[in-house]
């Protein structure tokens, strides 16, 4: 069973920058199954989001198209840990982040074959 846990979330001003951490029990690797984690965001009142996604493997990322550019996804092995490095963030980045594991769907930023979730961190933009 794999664990994750969010961490970094707060209150920021528009404009500021946040990095967030998903600290993983372990990173799944199998042969011939596409694994990763990604990132996800449900604000308030909306449905959950996909942001961004690495693979367990190779290290490959994608990203919804609406947030790349502002939004980067990176992994350190040794810390079994994903970021994602936030910036240029506005009220509307306003929501709770989530990281989960599971294996690569090309429908990913529904949430898609991902089989392990974090409990989230609120991240809240404000000034």
């Known amino acids: 069973q794999v664990q994750l846990a969010e961490s970094g979330g707060g209150l920021v001003q528009p404009g500021g920058s946040l990095r967030l951490s998903c600290a993983a029990s372990?990173?799944?690797?199998?042969?011939?199954?596409?694994?990763?984690v990604g990132w996800f965001r449900q604000a308030p009142g909306k449905e959950r989001e996909g942001i961004s996604w690495?693979?367990?493997?190779?290290?490959?990322?994608e990203y919804a198209d609406s947030l790349e550019g502002r939004f980067t996804i990176s992994r350190d092995n040794g810390k079994n840990t994903v970021y994602l490095q936030m910036n240029s963030l506005n009220t509307e980045d306003t929501a709770v982040y989530y990281c989960?594991?599971?294996?690569?769907?090309?429908?990913?930023?529904?949430?898609?074959?991902?089989?392990?979730w974090g409990k989230g961190t609120l991240v809240t933009v404000s000034s």
């Open positions: 690495i693979n367990n493997r190779d290290g490959k990322t």
């Open positions: 372990e990173f799944i690797l199998e042969d011939g199954v596409t694994y990763g």
């Open positions: 989960a594991m599971g294996v690569y769907s090309a429908y990913w930023t529904h949430g898609y074959g991902m089989n392990y």
